[in-house]
């Protein structure tokens, strides 16, 4: 029988031993239904999960309820919305309490004083072009000013169709401000023209996202595996889509047979008591999900199937690796 350490040498069995003790429970949590920001393809107001819960306002019940996670497990804290930086009180509530993670779009500063180690993950959608187009202004102009050489801050590219060829641009403007780039792609939910993904477009940008990879090791947080799942939609010999997704809300996860899933994973809206479907949005068709971390999830919980070959558990090792450090557990 195949086993792990009959499969990795001493270097790798390392690197396996130090992600096996994390043991990572993360949820999700909208901070709030505003931004201020409204990008055409934006899951959040596209599936209409702003309006589904009336925002908590009262801040003794968002530490409470922070609290009660806590005790439920979370170990992670994930904060999107909405922007989370518009309500400054309720990402301190989590980050006094849990380990946290603020998702932004990086237009208002985080105050390292008040949040001096809270990992940040910029959204950035293209280049200046597509971010005009999509997001109605040049965001990066702005939030590379603010995070400019922030060891804790990182770029979270979502990567178009319209960004073929133009991505290793994008990348070196990243390294040049200081900063570290994750790339996922985009899911096209409001069907903006020119902005669904064909084939080969797909097996273009895996390319594309490969070399990123090889010519910007220390900017580039990935992994070639990554970007064959997330372009493929394939894991070994399975299909991502509804039925294998692990990070759906578990008190809402009716599926049987069940998949492999994220433990006691919630998304949870901002009036604390309502829960969403999964990690993204309520609406998405999930065969057209692509869902940066819905897939790195997908490989995290099933490292069984890839104790096969040393290939293949290198291959688990790497993305466990990628997700570990772009929320804090290992160092970059
Ligand atoms: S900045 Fe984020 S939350 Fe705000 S509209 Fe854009 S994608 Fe949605
Ligand atoms: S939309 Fe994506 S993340 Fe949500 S349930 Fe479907 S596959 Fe999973």
């Given at each position: 029988m195949k086993t792990v350490s009959s499969l990795l040498d001493a270097e790798w069995h390392e690197r396996y031993k130090r992600i096996s003790k994390?043991?990572?429970r993360s949820s999700i949590y909208d901070v709030t239904n505003r931004c201020n920001l409204r990008c055409k393809g934006c899951f959040f107001f596209s599936s209409g999960e702003d309006k589904v819960a009336a925002e908590e306002t009262d801040i003794r019940k968002w530490e409470a309820f922070i609290d009660?996670?806590?005790?439920r497990g979370v170990n992670l804290a994930i904060l999107i919305g909405g922007e989370p930086t518009l309500c400054m009180d309720r990402v301190e509530a989590f980050y006094k309490r849990l380990p946290s993670f603020c998702a932004t779009n990086g237009l208002i500063k985080l105050d390292r004083d008040r949040f001096p180690d809270l990992m940040v993950g910029i959204s950035l959608w293209g280049d200046e072009e597509d971010e005009k187009l999509l997001r109605g202004k040049d965001a990066f102009a702005i939030s590379s000013?603010?995070?400019a050489g922030d060891p804790n801050a990182y770029y979270?590219?979502?990567i178009t169709p319209r960004q073929?060829?133009?991505t290793d641009r994008v990348i070196r403007k990243i390294r040049d401000a200081g900063l570290k780039v994750h790339m996922q792609l985009l899911s096209n939910d409001e069907g903006v023209d020119g902005f669904s993904w064909q084939p080969d477009e797909l097996a273009a940008i895996r390319d594309e996202m490969d070399d990123a990879l090889a010519r910007y090791p220390d900017t580039v947080i990935s992994s070639r595996y990554y970007h064959e799942i997330i372009t493929t939609g394939r894991m070994l010999d399975r299909t991502f889509g509804w039925r294998e997704c692990p990070s759906?809300?578990?008190p809402l996860d009716t599926r049987d047979p069940k998949p492999r899933r994220l433990i006691h994973f919630i998304r949870w809206a901002s009036d604390l008591k309502t829960m969403h479907r999964c990690c993204t949005s309520e609406t998405r068709d999930c065969s057209t999900c692509k869902d940066g971390a819905a897939h790195m999830s997908w490989v995290m919980v099933n490292k069984r199937v890839h104790?096969?070959?040393a290939?293949?558990?290198q291959n688990w090792i790497e993305v466990y690796e990628m997700f570990a450090k772009l929320y804090q557990f290992i160092p970059w």
């Amino acid at each position: 029988m195949k086993t792990v350490s009959s499969l990795l040498d001493a270097e790798w069995h390392e690197r396996y031993k130090r992600i096996s003790k994390l043991n990572i429970r993360s949820s999700i949590y909208d901070v709030t239904n505003r931004c201020n920001l409204r990008c055409k393809g934006c899951f959040f107001f596209s599936s209409g999960e702003d309006k589904v819960a009336a925002e908590e306002t009262d801040i003794r019940k968002w530490e409470a309820f922070i609290d009660r996670e806590k005790e439920r497990g979370v170990n992670l804290a994930i904060l999107i919305g909405g922007e989370p930086t518009l309500c400054m009180d309720r990402v301190e509530a989590f980050y006094k309490r849990l380990p946290s993670f603020c998702a932004t779009n990086g237009l208002i500063k985080l105050d390292r004083d008040r949040f001096p180690d809270l990992m940040v993950g910029i959204s950035l959608w293209g280049d200046e072009e597509d971010e005009k187009l999509l997001r109605g202004k040049d965001a990066f102009a702005i939030s590379s000013k603010n995070y400019a050489g922030d060891p804790n801050a990182y770029y979270l590219y979502t990567i178009t169709p319209r960004q073929l060829g133009k991505t290793d641009r994008v990348i070196r403007k990243i390294r040049d401000a200081g900063l570290k780039v994750h790339m996922q792609l985009l899911s096209n939910d409001e069907g903006v023209d020119g902005f669904s993904w064909q084939p080969d477009e797909l097996a273009a940008i895996r390319d594309e996202m490969d070399d990123a990879l090889a010519r910007y090791p220390d900017t580039v947080i990935s992994s070639r595996y990554y970007h064959e799942i997330i372009t493929t939609g394939r894991m070994l010999d399975r299909t991502f889509g509804w039925r294998e997704c692990p990070s759906v809300t578990e008190p809402l996860d009716t599926r049987d047979p069940k998949p492999r899933r994220l433990i006691h994973f919630i998304r949870w809206a901002s009036d604390l008591k309502t829960m969403h479907r999964c990690c993204t949005s309520e609406t998405r068709d999930c065969s057209t999900c692509k869902d940066g971390a819905a897939h790195m999830s997908w490989v995290m919980v099933n490292k069984r199937v890839h104790i096969r070959t040393a290939k293949e558990l290198q291959n688990w090792i790497e993305v466990y690796e990628m997700f570990a450090k772009l929320y804090q557990f290992i160092p970059w």
